[in-house]
């Protein structure tokens, strides 16, 4: 392990895995932010991943959560009779990064122009529709001119 870090590498296959002088912590609603304490500062990201999290569900049967004196959220653990600052839903957490469109739609072969084209607003503009087999491209040999291999032209809307 010494080896790993010696070459810069984490000692641990996990992405989730904090950083050292970081904590995991969770706001009264249940969102986690997380701590550094070398530099005094907080954060929605997780600071490997860049990933935003959530808590999910309730608390197990038998925690309850209060806040302290400083406002600060800290669960009680009444089967066991102790309390921590450690929310126990954390090892439960999911993603809450919105989902970003796809920047490249595929489609099958039997995918048509018009599949693809259908509800979009193309009013003034010129479509430029290829095949998986064609394409266009810029020719070196021919002083940059455009070879057109395979293509269909269309003006939508005026």
């Known amino acids: 392990m010494a080896a ?10 996990s992405e989730d895995e904090l950083p050292p002088g970081w904590e995991e912590r969770t706001t ?7 701590a ?4 005094e500062k907080t954060q929605w ?6 990933k935003r999290k959530r ?11 209060e806040t302290d004196e400083n406002g600060q959220v800290f669960f009680v653990d009444h ?10 839903r ?15 739609q595929r489609y099958d072969s039997s995918t048509t122009a018009m599949d693809i084209l259908q509800g979009r607003d193309f009013t003034g503009k010129v479509v430029v529709v290829t095949g998986a087999n064609s394409g266009i491209a810029l020719s ?19």
Request: aromatic fraction near 12%; include cysteine; proline fraction near 7%.
């Open 140 to 158: 070196p040999s021919k002083g940059g001119e455009i070879n057109i291999y395979s293509w269909h032209l269309c003006a939508i809307g005026k």
């Open 79 to 88: 089967i066991n009779k102790r309390t921590t600052y450690l929310d126990p």
């Open 4 to 13: 790993l870090r010696y070459a810069g590498l984490d000692d641990t296959d």
């Open 36 to 39: 550094n304490h070398t530099e």
């Open 45 to 50: 990201e997780h600071p490997k991943t860049g």
């Open 90 to 104: 954390l090892a439960f957490t999911v993603d809450d990064n919105p989902t970003k469109p796809a920047t490249r």
């Open 28 to 34: 009264k609603d249940g969102w986690v932010y997380y």
């Open 55 to 65: 808590v999910a569900g309730d608390l197990p049967y038998g925690w309850e959560q």
